[in-house]
């Protein structure tokens, strides 16, 4: 047994090299987490006013409720409900997930702005 113990010598120095990277992990926030099943529990129940009500007043200004609606409907017809969501990384005030949709996979990043509403959604 000690020398297992003394072989691990040889690996300190990767341990000390990679043990910041691990600190660094990022851990979902949850106004964010609050935000994204907001999002896909009135986007899967095709409740879109509840989607627009999640918006920044920037993002509505952007995305009248009219157009996304449109917008809405026709990604429900393409790619289906949302059936997983998993957190990836922040990127400042950016989460970003990978949703898993009933036809497809996509990468979206939700900003979310002080007052804790989407600011903007973009999509990989």
């Known amino acids: 047994m000690y ?3 003394k072989n691990l010598k040889f690996f300190e120095p990767f341990f000390i090299l990679f043990f910041p ?3 660094l992990g990022q851990q979902e926030k949850p106004e964010a987490k609050l935000l994204v099943d907001s999002f896909i529990k009135a986007y899967n129940s095709q409740d879109y006013e509840s989607v627009f009500s ?3 007043t920037e993002m509505k200004k952007a ?3 009219d157009e996304l609606n449109n917008f809405l409907r026709n990604l429900d017809a393409g790619a289906g409900k949302i ?3 998993e957190f990836i990384r922040y990127d400042e ?6 949703l ?3 036809q497809w996979v996509s990468q979206y990043s939700f900003s979310i702005n002080d007052a ?3 600011h903007a959604i973009f999509y990989y």
């Open 116 to 118: 804790k509403q989407i």
């Open 63 to 65: 995305l009248p409720l």
């Open 54 to 56: 999640l918006f920044s």
């Open 83 to 85: 059936i997983q969501n």
């Open 100 to 102: 898993t949709f009933d």
């Open 21 to 23: 990277l691990t600190l």
């Open 93 to 98: 005030k950016v989460a970003i997930y990978k």
């Open 3 to 5: 020398g297992f113990f």
